[in-house]
């Protein structure tokens, strides 16, 4: 077997069986499987992909999920020398597969390999800011980067060489987390020039989504990060790579300012507390992104907090599931 395909999903009965689909078809010509984790459902995402060649698994606990829960998951029944990770909202371009698999055949020491992801919903603020962003990011361009955010091809050989793909404690950035394994362990990742991934993203009003995210655990994801890189060969890369740490040390440093300038000069706390609203204003070129932006980062500085202080499962441990439908053997 080629490749394996996994797709972790919750709650994405709108868009799993466009990537189910998409995902089989990618796989037909290699030789390869599709496997569905699900992390606790309670819509139809499993009822609509359980009558496809598609092999559906679950989490035992419900409670265990997670961004890297689903990942390892997916992981743990993967087969081939390759493993491709998408999202339930995510369906592949015909094509990358083949170029992603043929760049890794000529490139041994790449571990892993991404395409263009594009993003199909701009309804929120948080995916305007995004794919704003998306320009100015060294990793989202072809060559050799230092993650593969949204998705991509993987050696498995690297993978197990790491010890696992994904750290079950993880509410975000298990992708980021994996690259700094890698690079500790001297491998390299890549983005080569070909669309990869349509990505559909959640709909809904941003401020509840956002506020959703910091109570599923999404938001703590930079601190567990860190805390899992305590003490380990990939901290450097950690401290070093990840913004989000860096900007929220920055945001810890401006709340004890406006608390110190409540108590010491309080005529001044008015400008202290609009000068950094006022800058991302400026920066995102609209009042509603500047606000909104302002709001998310002042979320993340708590979320990292939360996911240092967070109690964490040693990440090796396999991830209790049950299985749903599985795949026939070709």
Not at 10 to 15: I, P
Not at 38 to 55: C, E, F, K, N, W
Not at 70 to 81: I, N, R, S, T, W
Not at 159 to 185: C, H, K, M, P, T
Request: charged share 20%.
């Amino acid at each position: 077997m080629k490749v394996t395909i996994g797709i972790k999903a919750l709650n994405e009965a709108a868009h799993i069986e466009a990537s189910v689909r998409s995902a089989l078809a990618a796989v037909a010509p290699l030789g390869g499987r599709v496997v569905l984790a699900d992390s606790g459902s309670r819509d139809a995402t499993t009822d609509i992909a359980r009558p496809l060649d598609v092999r559906v698994v679950q989490l035992a606990d419900p409670g265990d999920a997670s961004c890297g829960a689903g990942a390892q998951l997916a992981y743990q029944y993967a087969e081939g020398e390759y493993f491709c990770l998408i999202d339930g909202d995510m369906t592949l371009v015909p094509g990358f597969l083949e170029a992603g698999l043929a760049y890794l055949e000529v490139h041994p020491d790449v571990a892993g390999v991404g395409g263009e992801v594009i993003e199909r919903n701009l309804s929120t603020l948080e995916f305007q800011i995004r794919a704003a962003a998306v320009r100015d990011e060294a990793h989202r361009r072809e060559g050799l980067v230092d993650r593969l955010d949204g998705g991509g091809i993987y050696r498995m050989a690297a993978i197990r060489q790491v010890g696992y793909f994904s750290d079950r404690n993880l509410g975000s950035f298990e992708e980021f987390e994996l690259a700094a394994r890698l690079d500790a362990a001297g491998w390299k990742l890549a983005r080569i020039d070909v669309p990869a991934i349509e990505h559909s993203g959640h709909s809904g009003s941003s401020y509840p989504l956002l506020l959703r995210r910091l109570t599923s655990g999404q938001l703590s994801g930079a601190g567990q990060v860190l805390r899992s890189a305590l003490g380990r060969r990939q901290l450097p890369f950690v401290l070093t790579r990840l913004k989000h740490v860096r900007a929220a040390m920055t945001i810890w440093a401006w709340w004890c300012a406006c608390v110190a300038c409540g108590v010491f000069a309080p005529l001044a706390l008015p400008a202290l507390l609009l000068g950094p609203c006022a800058f991302l204003v400026w920066r995102r070129g609209s009042l509603r992104l500047g606000i909104f932006s302002f709001c998310q980062w002042n979320l993340v500085a708590v979320g990292i907090i939360a996911g240092l202080l967070r109690s964490r499962v040693p990440p090796d441990r396999p991830v209790p599931a049950v299985e749903l439908s599985p795949q026939s053997k070709p």
